[in-house]
């Protein structure tokens, strides 16, 4: 073989360290169930803006937007680089912003992005903290939604609820068919229970309408159950008030002018009394008893 067909290995590419991190950090979000793309152009009201990580979701129609700043740098990150995040956050309409940095962060830094949505986090505490992060934001979308369902259920009269069947007439029948407020009470406890970690759940139903398991064990069972309760609901709403409409009962009191996330707000600090009342109480021997419940209006 001749030296001029003799070629020299090639040197395998070495990836930056601090295209390594933002993918890191990609594939760590991505693995929370929302999406995440580095290296992204985002056009604000002002300017462009050349994104590290942009995080977006869309639950339950609530919109997440999430802009990261990788800083795989030797030196800590200073106030410069949380003004500069601040201004980029308000120029695109981002919710939240992070800088995450191997290094650290300056005095300066920590006291500009106190009380404001920067976040200044190491790897570890990034990796600690953002799967609750996620579920938090995921767990005031469905609060918005019950609150919707809500102010639906609300909007008709005690009388107009018993003759379609989103409550039972407590004259009519010993059991309890279906009861809108029983449910609405339930799923606002379980989210409640689950902003506080306080894993397992076991909801109590009186009604015989049930979906759902019975012990819910973590975040993802707790979807799942959170999903089929409110469609439930909804599709009740849903089919008695065509009928009311179609009988000429359709007269839901409209008035206020609370969104729906101020309204679930102030369901959550009215709490219906308590969340416990809807679900079965730990005793300390790992055994369960029920809770006195309220009764349905």
């Not at 802009?67 to 990150?77: I, L, P």
């Not at 009380?115 to 990034?126: G, I, K």
């Not at 398991?213 to 089929?228: G, P, Q």
Request: hydrophobic share 40%; net charge neutral.
């Amino acid at each position: 073989m001749s030296k001029r067909n003799l070629r020299k290995p090639r040197r395998p590419r070495t990836v930056p360290d601090w295209f390594a991190f933002q993918e890191q950090i990609a594939a760590h979000f991505q693995a929370l169930g929302v999406r995440a793309e580095t290296n992204v152009e985002v056009v604000g009201v002002r300017t462009h803006h050349k994104i590290d990580v942009m995080v977006t979701a869309k639950f339950l129609g609530v919109d997440i937007k999430w802009v990261v700043e990788a800083k795989h740098w030797k030196a800590r990150v200073s106030q410069e680089k949380v003004f500069a995040l601040r201004t980029i956050l308000a120029d695109i309409g981002a919710d939240r912003g992070f800088i995450i940095s191997y290094a650290g962060f300056q005095s300066g830094a920590q006291d500009s992005a106190q009380d404001t949505n920067v976040s200044l986090m190491t790897w570890e505490e990034f990796v600690a903290s953002t799967r609750k992060l996620v579920q938090r934001e995921m767990l005031q979308a469905f609060g918005v939604r019950l609150a919707l369902l809500t102010r639906r259920y609300w909007s008709h009269t005690k009388r107009i609820r018993i003759a379609y069947r989103l409550r039972s007439d407590p004259y009519d029948d010993m059991r309890v068919m279906f009861s809108g407020q029983e449910l609405l009470g339930t799923v606002e406890g379980a989210i409640v229970l689950a902003e506080q970690n306080k894993y397992p759940i076991r909801p109590r139903r009186a009604s015989c309408i049930r979906v759902g398991e019975e012990v819910i064990e973590n975040y993802v069972e707790l979807s799942n159950w959170l999903n089929l309760n409110l469609n439930v609901l909804d599709e009740m709403l849903l089919d008695a008030e065509y009928k009311m409409i179609r009988n000429g009962d359709f007269h839901p009191d409209t008035r206020g002018d609370r969104t729906a996330s101020e309204t679930w707000e102030v369901i959550k600090s009215e709490n219906f009394g308590s969340p416990e009342r809807f679900f079965f109480e730990h005793n300390g021997d790992g055994t369960t008893s029920e809770l006195q419940s309220g009764s349905s209006s």
